[in-house]
C-alpha cells in the first residue's frame, strides 16, 4: 500500500516534448478566465518564450491576473528590460533566489526552483521537465529535446493549486510584495472528469525532503516485471542503486534511458563512473543520441508511471524544489511505455562493457575524477549524498 495519496477520477493527457507541449499550453493560456500560475526554472524570450509571453499578456488585457514565478539562476539569461516590459504589461513576476553577482558557492545558492508547473483557472494544470524555451534551438540544430509533460484535471488539482500558491504566497513575502498576495479568483472544483489514479508529489528544504526519492523507491521494491528509467542526470544515491540491483536479482528487467547528447560534462562524466557497476549488476543502460535528452519520467510494470521535473541526482533529490506526478494507470503506462521502447530501440546506443568508448582508460579516469569532484562538493556543502545512502 502506497504512502502518496493518491486520488481517483482524474483526467490526464500525456504530451510529448515541446512540439505537443506549447501548442496546447498557448491554447489553454488563451481560454483563460481569472487567473493563470506559471512556475518554471528556464523563461527565454526566443520563439516559444515570445509567443507564451504574448499570449500571457492578452490574457492580462482580458481581465486575467497572470502570476509567473521563475528561478534566478535557470532564467539569468532573461535581460531585466525583457522583464520590466512583462511587468509594464501587467504580469506578476517574482524571481527565486535571484543571482547574485558576488554571491559565493553554497547551499542556498544551489536549492533553486526546478518545478514546471501551469495552473490556469484552478481547472487545468500541466506538470513535466518542460521549461518555456524554443527546443528546437540548439547549435547542432537537432530535433527537439526529448521531454515529457502531462495534462491534468480533475480531483488532483487540489493538490497542485495548494503547492503553487504556497510557493507563491512564500516568495511574495521574501519580495515584500505581500500586495501580490491575493485572494483566490478561483478554486478547484475537485470534481471527478476521468478515470485516472493519480498523486502529486514535491521536494522541498522543510516537510517534503525525500518524497519523489521515497516515491521512486517505492514503486521500485514493489516491482514485478520491468522498470524503464529516462533521466536526464543519472546519478543516484547508494541506497537508490542497490534498489535496482535488488530488483534485477527478483527476475526484474530493468532498463536506463540516460543522455549520450553531452550538455554538462561534469555530470555526464560523473554518471559514466557508475555505468560499469551497473551493467554487472544486469542493469541495462542505453544513451539517447538523437537529441538532447532532457525526460524525468519512469515506467514500472506497465502500470506504474512518474513524470515531472526532478532528476535522479543530488541536485534535485537533496537541494531543488521539484514537482512529480505519479499515475497509477495501464493506458498512460503503454502509451509512455512504447515511447520509450520507440527511444531505445530506434534512437539510442546500448552501452556494452566491450566498448572503448564508454571504458577505455582515458575515459575511465575522466569519468572517475568527475564522480569524485561531485562528491567532493556535495561534501563541502554538507551533503555526504553517495555514502550515506545506506
Known sequence: ?????????????????????????????????????????????????????????????????????????????????????????????????????????????????????????????????????????????????????????????????????????????????????????VAPAGTRCGNHKAAFVIRDNWRHRHDIEHAYLEAINQAKTEIIIANAYFLPGRKFSNALKHAVKRGVSVELLLQGKIEYRLQYHATQALYENLLKSGIKIYEYNRSYLHAKVAVIDQYWVTVGSSNIDPFSLLLAREANVLIENQDIASELRISLRTAITKESVAVTPADNKFFSWRNFIINWLCFYFVRTLQGVLGYDWYDNQQ
Open 1 to 185: 500500500m502506497s504512502k502518496f495519496h493518491f486520488v481517483e477520477g482524474n483526467q490526464i493527457s500525456l504530451l510529448h516534448n515541446g512540439e505537443e507541449y506549447f501548442p496546447v499550453l498557448e491554447a489553454a493560456i488563451e481560454t483563460a478566465r481569472f487567473e493563470i500560475h506559471i512556475e518554471t526554472y528556464i523563461f527565454e524570450l526566443d520563439a516559444v518564450g515570445t509567443k507564451i509571453a504574448a499570449a500571457l499578456t492578452r490574457a492580462v488585457q482580458r481581465g486575467v491576473t497572470v502570476y509567473l514565478l521563475l528561478d534566478g539562476f535557470g532564467s539569468q539569461n532573461l535581460s531585466k528590460e525583457a522583464i520590466n516590459s512583462l511587468l509594464q504589461a501587467g504580469i506578476k513576476i517574482l524571481i527565486f533566489r535571484p543571482e547574485l553577482i558576488f554571491a559565493r558557492l553554497g547551499r542556498y545558492r544551489l536549492r533553486r526552483m526546478h518545478r514546471k508547473l501551469v495552473m490556469i483557472d484552478a481547472h487545468t494544470a500541466f506538470i513535466g521537465g518542460i521549461n518555456i524555451i524554443d527546443d528546437e534551438d540548439n547549435p547542432e540544430h537537432l530535433t527537439p529535446r526529448f521531454d515529457y509533460a502531462v495534462v491534468v484535471t480533475g480531483p488532483l488539482l487540489l493538490q497542485i493549486h495548494k503547492a503553487i500558491k504556497h510557493l507563491w504566497m512564500l516568495v511574495a513575502w521574501a519580495h515584500l510584495k505581500k500586495r501580490w498576495i491575493t485572494p483566490d479568483a
